[in-house]
């Protein structure tokens, strides 16, 4: 990619976005917010006349007319619909619809440039790219919907997000190689899936915080001012990772990653090795649920059910994936949305048999089992499982097979130790509070901080 053209890319992006959010901060009356509005569209407008410039500057350069012109067109256009989709889901008006302004404006913004770039030298790469990139936003997006209370949209949600999972795994079925040796894992790509995912918590954060308010509130309120900010940056973040991230690439094509292969010893996992890999997911797994709670309900709290910032069940289920998976890696998909849902449904069984409590309750989720597991939650476990199977664990694994051994073997007894004496403390001493546990009496869930305070 040429630098001209990720510049047009930023200045599209950003321009329309701005653009189309100030005009909706305009006419939206009961947002009092007309000189914010004013002030974003003439920002928005700025950007959009810094293209001329661009092109002005960049004129003599070989590229396509109609191809850059017919980008930027996309770029703004996709913009425009993002911002649309948000500001109708921030004043909670016709739902449905910003939704899926918002899904095709994301869908299209992630994709202007790999449209540019492909459309005619590769249509098996486009083909790919765009089923990846819908299957992502898909599930993405139907979490969102199935977890935001004041949405009220568990059904559709549960299906938005199920459509996710299919495209994501007609996505791995496309890249499926034969008689692979090994894998190649890109940490750029790595990084700029992490880079998505912040965008698009910062967009949903955004947005359950200035839904959640009334809706006339003074222009300079603390609140409606952070929500909007939020959500102008996760939009820009998210619109801008994959022209970034394809600009590096293009201009740095030196491979920045790992070959993890299949036939050597990073399938070899020992004792010590598995031990710092459940702190490892156990870990990651509390960070997920300590930020997507937060987000979507406006509460950050310690979600899980020992004291320390561990969620035992995240690192339980990982490691018994990677070693069940370890040399046969077949329909793992589905054997890991089987082995981690029954895994889940007999700890909440367990704890909720002891301790009368329970940590999660799925009730409310379309095709759920006793309230235990539901069917959205169960596939994400296992395309997390195809994840940590495949890649994550091997890369992992090898990373720790070049550490000194000694090392490794005392975080491992560290680890065994700290979270061992938790669990012990924790037998006797219930996590529970607001966000954290749930009671069932007489078929109505009631949080356990409130029968506490009785």
């Known amino acids: 990619m040429k630098k001209e053209t990720l510049v047009e890319i930023i200045l599209a992006n950003v321009g329309g976005l701005f653009a189309a959010m100030g005009l909706f901060m305009i006419f939206m009356n009961d947002w009092n917010l007309l000189t914010a509005g004013i002030i974003t569209t003439v920002f928005g407008a700025i950007n959009l006349v810094g293209l001329i410039f661009v092109r002005k500057k960049y004129g003599n350069t070989k590229i396509n007319r109609w191809k850059s012109t017919l980008a930027r067109f996309v770029m703004i256009m996709a913009s425009v619909a993002m911002g649309s989709g948000a500001s109708q889901l921030i004043s909670n008006q016709h739902m449905t619809f910003g939704i899926v302004i918002w899904i095709l404006g994301m869908i299209f913004s992630t994709l202007s440039y790999p449209l540019f770039e492909y459309i005619k030298k590769d249509k098996e790469k486009i083909?790919?790219?765009?089923?990846?990139?819908?299957?992502?936003?898909?599930?993405?997006?139907?979490?969102?919907?199935?977890?935001?209370?004041?949405?009220?949209?568990?059904?559709?949600?549960?299906?938005v997000g199920l459509a996710g999972i299919i495209f994501m795994t007609v996505f791995v079925y496309l890249n499926k190689k034969e008689n692979e040796e090994y894998y190649y894992i890109n940490i750029r790509f790595i990084a700029f899936v992490i880079i998505e995912i912040i965008g698009g918590f910062f967009t949903t954060y955004g947005v359950v915080k200035v839904s959640m308010l009334e809706s006339t509130m003074e222009i300079f309120h603390e609140t409606l001012i952070s929500g909007l900010i939020s959500c102008a940056a996760g939009f820009i973040i998210s619109a801008l990772a994959i022209p970034i991230y394809i600009f590096?690439?293009?201009?740095?094509?030196?491979?920045?990653?790992?070959?993890?292969?299949?036939?050597?010893?990073?399938?070899?996992?020992?004792?010590?090795?598995?031990?710092?890999?459940?702190?490892?997911?156990?870990?990651?797994?509390?960070?997920?649920?300590?930020?997507?709670?937060?987000?979507?309900?406006?509460?950050f709290v310690n979600r899980g059910f020992l004291h320390l910032p561990v969620l035992p069940i995240y690192g339980f289920g990982a490691v018994a994936v990677t070693i069940l998976f370890r040399k046969n890696q077949n329909n793992v998909f589905i054997k890991s949305a089987i082995i981690v849902s029954v895994l889940e449904y007999f700890t909440s069984w367990i704890l909720e048999s002891v301790y009368g409590i329970r940590w999660w309750d799925y009730t409310n989720?379309?095709?759920?089992?006793?309230?235990?597991?539901?069917?959205?939650?169960?596939?994400?476990?296992?395309?997390?499982?195809?994840?940590?199977?495949?890649?994550?664990?091997?890369?992992?694994?090898?990373?720790?097979?070049?550490?000194?051994?000694?090392?490794?073997?005392?975080?491992?007894?560290?680890?065994?130790?700290?979270?061992?004496?938790?669990?012990?403390?924790?037998?006797?001493?219930?996590?529970?509070?607001?966000?954290?546990?749930?009671?069932?009496?007489?078929?109505?869930?009631?949080?356990?901080?409130?029968?506490?305070?009785?």
């Not at 095709?367 to 664990?393: P, Q, T, V």
């Not at 000694?406 to 037998?427: E, P, R, S």
Request: aromatic share 12%.
């Open 248 to 299: 590096i690439r293009s201009n740095h094509p030196e491979r920045k990653g790992i070959q993890v292969s299949l036939k050597s010893k990073e399938y070899s996992y020992s004792v010590r090795n598995l031990v710092v890999m459940f702190l490892i997911y156990a870990l990651f797994g509390w960070i997920i649920e300590f930020s997507f709670y937060g987000i979507t309900n406006g509460l």
């Open 365 to 454: 989720n379309p095709w759920n089992i006793n309230g235990r597991i539901c069917l959205l939650n169960s596939l994400m476990f296992g395309l997390g499982g195809y994840l940590i199977a495949k890649f994550i664990s091997p890369y992992i694994n090898l990373k720790l097979h070049k550490l000194n051994k000694k090392a490794v073997l005392i975080a491992a007894i560290v680890i065994v130790a700290v979270v061992g004496g938790d669990f012990t403390y924790t037998l006797f001493n219930v996590h529970t509070g607001y966000g954290i546990t749930e009671m069932k009496q007489e078929g109505i869930n009631e949080n356990i901080n409130e029968i506490d305070n009785k």
């Open 127 to 159: 083909a790919k790219t765009i089923v990846g990139t819908i299957g992502c936003i898909l599930l993405f997006v139907g979490m969102n919907m199935t977890f935001i209370s004041n949405w009220d949209m568990m059904y559709g949600g549960t299906l």
